[in-house]
């Protein structure tokens, strides 16, 4: 595991965005994955930056959501599909075609999670995975559960979740929050390349120390990865604690 401290949120999204950014200069067509969150909003800030500096071409990169709400459809500017298209997807070179999210609209929740399962089989494994931490430890919305995940999912979100989402999304109205998203698979996001964690906040420093200095366990889903051969954790002063960066090897 490496640890990329930084002292500001600023500091710590271009460090973010700058491995991204080279890991598509040294492979073009590469596969990344992508999360969706307050967190991960300076980083496509600087990737968009980079695009329209001439320094960054997407037009080869395939792309993988994390998560999506079930219910929401991609127009909904709650989804996630919407997050990423204002975000990122519009405002860059990247074949829209060749971005995927879990499908919100598909009712069957078995059916959203083995088509979606079925894409990320199609595409193999991911060259980086980019993950923010939520408050309870959980990666995509895989939350804290008896056993970890292998596929995806279709989740039942925490109240803490719903609670974290509705007071930095949907209006601060926990009611509009929905209750069950579909999310990537633990397996899946273990078979990545590399897996950078971004965390920045001092609301996320408690659960990063548990994740990274902890016992590995499916109730911080976030631990497993501790057995990742090459984790990447970016965050700011206020979420990397000291302990953090000594656990680093
Ligand atoms: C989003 C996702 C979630 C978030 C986590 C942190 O696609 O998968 O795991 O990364 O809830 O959210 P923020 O960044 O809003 O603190």
């Given at each position: ?33 992508l ?9 496509y800030?600087?990737l968009v ?14 792309s ?20 990423m298209n204002t975000n990122l997807f519009d405002h860059v070179?990247i ?155």
């Amino acid at each position: 595991m490496r640890v990329i401290r930084k002292s500001t949120y600023e500091e710590a999204s271009m460090a973010c965005a700058e491995l991204i950014a080279s890991q598509i200069r040294l492979k073009p067509d590469c596969k990344i994955g992508l999360a969706t969150g307050s967190t991960p909003v300076g980083t496509y800030k600087a990737l968009v930056d980079m695009y329209k500096a001439g320094s960054l071409d997407f037009s080869k990169v395939t792309s993988a959501n994390l998560d999506e709400y079930r219910g929401l459809g991609g127009d909904h500017d709650q989804s996630y599909r919407y997050f990423m298209n204002t975000n990122l997807f519009d405002h860059v070179n990247i074949d829209k075609n060749k971005t995927y999210v879990p499908n919100g609209l598909e009712a069957d929740a078995e059916k959203a999670c083995t088509d979606y399962d079925k894409i990320l089989e199609s595409l193999g494994h991911l060259d980086i995975q980019l993950l923010g931490i939520g408050g309870d430890g959980h990666i995509g919305f895989n939350e804290p559960a008896d056993a970890f995940c292998v596929n995806t999912q279709c989740i039942d979100l925490e109240e803490q979740t719903i609670k974290d989402n509705a007071r930095l999304f949907f209006n601060g109205d926990m009611s509009a929050v929905p209750t069950q998203a579909y999310t990537m698979g633990i397996g899946y996001i273990m078979k990545s390349e590399t897996v950078i964690l971004m965390a920045t906040g001092a609301g996320k420093k408690d659960i990063v120390e548990k994740a990274f200095c902890g016992p590995v366990t499916p109730y911080v889903p976030a631990s497993i990865l501790q057995l990742h051969p090459n984790v990447v954790v970016i965050g700011d002063e206020a979420a990397i604690s000291d302990a953090v960066v000594a656990a680093a090897k």
